[in-house]
């Protein structure tokens, strides 16, 4: 009656019997979904990265006031207090600049905010702020992926920059301003603007000096709209200036600066990784099998699955972008797995005469519940992820639904396409591809139980008149005769080999139990232990081939003298701009005349120093400055543009860069990688003081400073919000209300995010005196954010896996022994990574994640085979050596098929390479650590809980 249960059980779960009884429906509909996969390839976009949105609004302020002291008092502080209420609705950071009769106020809102209704929020709240008397407000919503996605020079031999900006205007800009995807294109080098009535002069319009490869210039920029993809506008642009350059000969229209291309070659490295590593697991399925019609069969699940995934990327509006190609590269072991279970199955049963049609059916039977439990636990752990809250979670989104979705198909790919093809292909052809030896069936080894030869287990593989690896289940022991005249296939000799010492050690195990579990435990305290070696931080640095020098100099005296002379509306003084770049105005705009003219002619000579020095590297290959950078007419930026082929990475230029630009006096300097979207912070390290006095603010921040500066790794280190006057400043820095000094900095590629965090938090709380506050900012305080919350993640993950394993067992002895057997990946992950150099941050904690769901599959293959001979009649311990020889190939199948697909990105070939890696470090490490643990930890902690669950119930 029990068997008969068991038996009415797996055959609730095989829905094979459905695809197998309509064959040529289940071919059309997978056909179906190839071509329609097709179509859903061709339509998705290539991106870096997921769209993220960062809700931003801006609030800028002018009164009559002649001090920043005057003007916080009057305008800041009102409304600061009257938008704090907003942090119940998602606001989580409010920063305000304060300057003689100007403030700006950056209100920063959870992703799960948009934009609209977090700027409909900040009106509702100012209505209860009564401000001065011929008080303005202006209320600015800032979309961030409005970003440039393209910048030209336009250079001439024989025209001036006064002709080339008429030429600019007329003819270039309104052209490319009409097409699609484009929001506004920004002149750049124009020093002519003026500011009409009534207009207000953005950051974007203030007065420029442009130059490429130190040739003075005007620039064109490219801005998209927020949800335009990079690379389409990219290419219309460059089709248009194509055309725009032979109409006019006498300009050059140069391309200056772009992410495109980068876009381009990291998306099509990742994709030629995706596509070298299915070909190796198909290497490695034909190695084990070695049937051609049954690889071929494993095989075509993996581009059917692919394209079915596709369809549901398309559906959920997801791109070719890295971490949806990161999912689709991981999964390739998992629909590989899925369908060798079921061929492998069905070939077996071939192999003891079934019909190929009996073979399927009972074949897929037998491991209905396996396959289903285990791909529905992999579903299980990655939904989490596609969950998660705030930023992480639309950046994650994409991974986790991917891999999802992937499996699922993957499951039903395999439970019903692979049966049909096998009892299609392999019907005539599984005898006839024979070699050396053949399989015992699950029957035989209960017949060899009953003649007491089922613990001899070491001379199976040396019986030449039996065959000599065990299978499938048969229903019944009279099989054996006519499996002993079929000439099977045999192992191959490295695979018997192999298959011996495994039942020798599992031998071993069972009768060693507690060595067992002291080793597991070792390696778990190993692998903890090796955490703190490992780099940490969110990303790690990318070898892009360009980069930033971001330039400033201190503002002269005459600049006193001139606001003391010019009309109170004159004198508009800066916001943040280094928080929310180009977004918010500046008080420089409105100093027309020389003043302006001085500062951005002394900022084109530097820039013209910094050039020299630049463009002195034979690594080199193009520069692109803009003096006036975010409307600040005494700062500048040097886009950088490496040759494709050069001696040095990005990171080794950039520091040869730093020593050489070290020389100039009075200039501050930052070497700064470019952002992939304008987040406000151009530096990964910040950290914040806050406090009510100002000159107790930056004494503390310059003793921090120096305690920094004694660390190797950090470059680049400013403070900033520097307070000439402490009196009667001119720029006040507020953040939730109190004072603020920022400490930025950047750091070199042999220093972590967090690692930096760790080396410098706790020795800066020493010192800090009463009243003052450390707190972190940028990425500084995202990097505890992804670490905290893919912690909560990963335990979600967990608790799912196991309620999806107790709903489909019943029972709690195969949930218990696959959560205690989860550490056994975090000893190899670990060791990768600290061998590799490679970062400890998302892509790696995605990673971890997987090899669960990984480890889960390997566990539950072991633990329903058992249960499985056990209801057959065999004792606990012939069932685990037994389930141990026939599942040996399967295990050792997807973990050589998973790390080889993985192996084209963990030798971290091509653009992006540095972000793949560790994902790939971590799978191939965790992998290979826990299968082989795996082998013998889970039978041997089958029988420790049995045995204590056992002693529980009396």
Known sequence: MKQSSEK???????????????????ICFWLTVTIAGLFAFTSLKYALFPEVSFPVVVLQAQGNFDTAIETENAITAPIENAVKVLEKKGMYELRSSTYPGQTVINMAFSTLNNLKSATADVETALKQVTLPPKTSLEIISLDLNESAAISYAITSDSQTLKELTEVAQNQVIPTIAELPGVLKVNLLGDTSRKQKDGEKLTSRSVPTLVSFNAKNAIAFQVVKLADANTLEVVSRVEATVEKLQSDLPEIQLVLAETQANYIQEST????????????????????????????????????VSLLGTCIVMGIFGFNLETITLLALAIVIGIIVDDAIVDVENIVRHIEVGKTSRQAAISGTDEIGVTVVASTLTIAAVFLPVAFMGDTLGQFFQPFGLTVSA??????LVARTLSPVLAGWWLGNGARSQGGKGSRLSAGEIKLRHKSGLSGKFADLNNDDNKPSLLFGL???????????????????????????QYQRLLNWSLDHRQIVMAIALLSFVAGVAMIPLVPKGLVPQLDRGEFNVIYSYPLPNFLSNTEKSLPLEKIQPPPNNSIFGEGAFNWMNNLTGSPTRILLRKSRRIAQKIEKVVLSSPEVESVFSIAG????????????????????????????TRIAL?????????VEDIPFVETGTGKPFEIMLLGDNREILYKSATEIQAQIEKIPGFVDITITSQFQNFDNPMEITRRGLKQVVYITANLSDTLGLADAINLTVPAAQTILPDGVELDLGGDSLRVGEVFGSFALTLGLSIVCMLAVLLLLFGRFLEPLVVGLCLPLSIVGAMLGLLVTQSYF??????????LLGLLDKNALLLMDYINLLRQSGFDRKDAILATGV????PILMTTSSTVLGMLPIALGLGAGAELRQPLAVAIIGGLITSSLLSLVVVPVLYTLLEDWLDNQNG
Not at 277 to 300: H, K, M, P
Not at 474 to 491: G, H, M, P, Q, T
Not at 841 to 850: A, D, N, Q
């Open 406 to 411: 992937a499996v699922l198909i993957s499951l």
């Open 474 to 500: 048969v229903s019944s022991e009279e099989n054996y005769a006519a499996l002993k005249e079929d000439k099977l296939r045999r192992r191959p000799e490295w695979e018997k080999i192999l298959s011996n």
């Open 841 to 850: 941050g998302v892509i790696s904690l995605l990673g971890l994640i997987f």
């Open 8 to 26: 009415n059980r797996r055959r609730r779960w095989n829905i094979s019997r459905w695809a197998i009884a309509k064959p040529w429906l289940t």
């Open 886 to 889: 026939v599942r040996l190939r």
């Open 662 to 670: 070290s020389e100039l006096e009075r200039v501050a300097i930052s």
């Open 629 to 656: 950078f975010h409307g600040e007419p005494n700062s500048g930026k040097i886009y950088v543009k490496l040759k494709n082929e050069r001696s040095l990475t990005t990171a080794q230029v950039q520091e040869q």
């Open 268 to 303: 099509q490295a990742t994709i030629d990784a995706l596509l070298l590593g299915i070909i190796l697991a198909v290497l490695v399925i034909f190695l084990f099998l070695q049937n051609f019609l049954a690889t071929i069969i494993t095989a075509l699940a993996i581009p």
